[in-house]
Every structure is written in C-alpha cells, then in structure tokens.
C-alpha cells in the first residue's frame, strides 16, 4: 500500500546526534558527538532511595494520570530551586512540567508561530531547536556570534530588515549561558541590550538554561528572566544535567496567557508528563540533593573540561579555534584549513572517534570547518585519546 507522508514530515531530516548515540557504545569508539552527562554523575543510590519511597508514599498518584500542567508538588519544589539557583521564583501557574525540555521547545513553535512565520535563533544554534522548529515548518534567521555569545549589535538591523520584508519575527530563541554548541556565555550587558530591542519591537524572548548551573570558572551571569524587563521571558529549564535524562523531565516558565495555550498543545501532544518522575523529581529538590549533586557535578566536570581544553592546546595550536567554556558540556572546534567536517565525520570513526560537524547546529547549512566536542560523557583520559585521534585525522 503506498503510503502519503505529509509535507511536515517530508521536511525533517534525522538529528545527527541521534545517528551518532547509534554508535557511542561501539567497541574502542571514543564519544565527543553527543550531548550526553556522564553516567558517574547519576547519583543512582540517592534516586533508588527516593523511588522506593515514592512508591510507598504515593504509589497510587505516582501511578496515575497526572495533571497536564504538571503534578503541585513538582511544580511547587521547582518554583522555590528557581529561587534558590536562577534569582526568579514563579508562580506556579507559570510552570508546566515536559518530558524533557526537548518537548518545551516544540509546544513553543507550535504555540508562538504558524508554518512559514520566521524566528530568530543564534547561528549556530542547539539542534534539537532546529529540529522543533523546522517540525513546525518555521524559517529560521540566525544572528552571528562571537566569543561573548550572540552579536546583539547585529540583531536590530536583521530584525528592522524582516520587518520590511513583512516578515516580523514570531520571537527571539537565546541560549545565552554555555551555549550548545559553541560553550559561549553572554555577558550581562548584552543580555540588557537584547530585552530592550526585544520590548521595542514587541517580540518575546526565549531563553534555554539547560547548562546554566554547571559553572566552572568564572562569576555567574543573571538568567534574562530574573533581570529586570525580563518578566515576560519564556524560559526552559532542565533535570537531565542535574538529576539524569533517562527520567525524561524539564520544564517551562512563561506568561499565565501563554500557559493556557501550552496546556492545550501539551494534551494534544501526551496528556500529561510522567508523573513518577515528577514525584521523584520533588523528593530530590525537597531533599536538597539537587544542590549537592550540582557541586558533584562540578566537581566532576571541571577535570574534563579542562582535559579538553589542553588537549586542543597540544593538537590544534595554529590549526584551528576553539572555545574554552566557564561551563556547560561544549568545546566548538573550527580548523584553519577549510576542511568540511561533515565530509571528514567517516574517517574520524573509521579511526576510533566520533564528533558532531558544525553544520548539524547551523540554521543555513553554514559552519562547514566546525565541529562540537563533548567533553562530559567520556572520560579524562578518552578525552585527551579522542582529541589527539582527532588532531591526526585533521593533519593528514
């Protein structure tokens, strides 16, 4: 029977991180392609305590259909971390619990813009936003970035251009501390900057913190939703970096006028977000263990980041630039020479190592001699192994 796919779905393309997961656990194969925690982070004992006792303490709720907006207790537990971590502490009928901010970002397009409405994102940008967004058959216009994140200097006149075009962008998509892919942070004065052109031109701003709690080094920058004009920010939020991704949980704050309609889009999409997990997720903020894992984290983190960072000293000085992240996940490597990465991905893996090629994170298929290393699922000495892989395959 021929079947007929619609022209959404003709549209998509396979994420690249996804077909590189594929081959992360081959044998002798060394990861820096996904964007992956490390399996040490999982704090496995104090989440097996916790899911013991949320079966004997609410077994019954845990197991049923929950709320769409998310489960109270959830939603309450993760108004008051905000408070504690991120300087904002909403109210909970600004919160809805996902099944990963991954599913934020898809009710976002969904809700904000209809099919061929363009958006603003940062080239290169996260993506799994690409991937939502073009789900959502929206045109994406990327602002150029440099080591201090977006270019925001750029952003007015690209806006004042579309808006002549009658091409008015639907909102702003920002992930402006430890960017994926780049590792770059936006500093304070941009993010003033971005607000205020934002507000005069009447388009929201969404801003992704999945990396913001694992600093390194460095002093921490304000959340664009805790600055002041950021009240009306759409932020996501995640528990895969901070907790583990297995269990599927982020979320989104946002306008009560702009909840109500991701309401209807989230029963549209799974009812209601797993509701183990989110009890799960309440037991390990109302313990504090969050924040001690956080530090752990860190802990963790910082001697890979930093295995990274030399190895790409010794490999790529005078070949290549790379970014050298206060925190996050992300090295982004970009070679002198020219060459494409995409093209270059096969002979990388034939010889033991995997990466993602810059052109996977851009909105125009730019970013051809870039590539984005993770430097958390590996370890210490894979890291150093697969940058050195690397600077071979790219000096022959």
Do not use: C
Not at 93 to 101: D, E, K, L, R
Not at 269 to 274: C, G, P, R, S
Not at 321 to 338: H, I, Q
């Amino acid at each position: 029977m021929p079947f007929r796919f619609s022209d959404t779905v003709l549209g998509m393309k396979p994420s690249e991180i996804r077909e590189m997961n594929k081959i992360a656990t081959t044998p002798g194969m060394i990861s820096l392609g996904g964007g992956m925690p490390g399996p040490e982070s999982f704090p496995k004992k104090e989440l097996t305590d916790i899911m013991v006792y949320v079966m004997e303490n609410y077994g019954d709720q845990a197991m049923q259909y929950g709320n769409t907006l998310g489960i109270s207790y959830a939603i309450k537990a993760i108004s008051e971390m905000l408070g504690k971590t991120e300087g904002f502490t909403p109210d909970i009928s600004q919160i809805i619990v996902n099944s990963g901010s991954q599913q934020g970002l898809y009710e976002l397009a969904t809700v904000l813009a209809n099919p061929g409405d363009t958006i603003i994102t940062e080239e290169p940008t996260y993506v799994g936003a690409i991937s939502a967004f073009s789900g959502n058959r929206l045109r994406m216009e990327g602002v150029e970035m440099d080591s201090h994140g977006m270019i925001v200097e750029k952003l007015e006149p690209l806006i004042k251009k579309l808006e002549s075009e009658g091409r008015t962008p639907r909102f702003i998509y920002t992930i402006p501390t430890f960017q994926n892919p780049t590792g770059y942070t936006m500093g304070e004065e941009r993010r003033k900057h971005l607000l205020e052109i934002a507000e005069s031109h009447g388009i929201p701003v969404v801003e992704d913190n999945p990396y913001g709690k694992l600093r390194y080094y460095g002093k921490e920058v304000k959340t664009m939703r805790s600055m002041k004009g950021g009240e009306n920010v759409i932020y996501l939020g995640t528990f895969s970096k901070v907790m583990t991704p297995g269990l599927r949980l982020g979320y989104t704050v946002a306008p009560v006028e702009v909840m109500e309609k991701f309401n209807l889009i989230k029963q549209a999409l799974d009812l209601a977000t797993n509701s183990f997990s989110q009890f799960v997720a309440y037991e390990y903020i109302k313990r504090g263990i969050i924040y001690k894992q956080i530090q752990e984290n860190i802990r963790i983190y910082t001697k890979k980041r930093d295995a990274m960072v030399e190895s790409l000293r010794e490999n790529f000085q005078g070949r290549g630039v790379w970014s050298e992240p206060d925190g996050g996940m992300f090295s982004w490597l970009t070679l002198n020479s020219g060459a494409d990465t995409k093209l270059m991905k096969e002979k990388a893996i034939k010889n033991g190592v995997a990466y993602v090629s810059g052109q996977a994170f851009s909105t125009y298929g730019g970013q051809k001699s870039s590539m984005r290393l993770n430097f958390t699922f590996g370890s210490v000495d894979q890291i150093r192994e697969g940058v050195g892989r690397l600077g071979k395959i790219t000096g022959e």
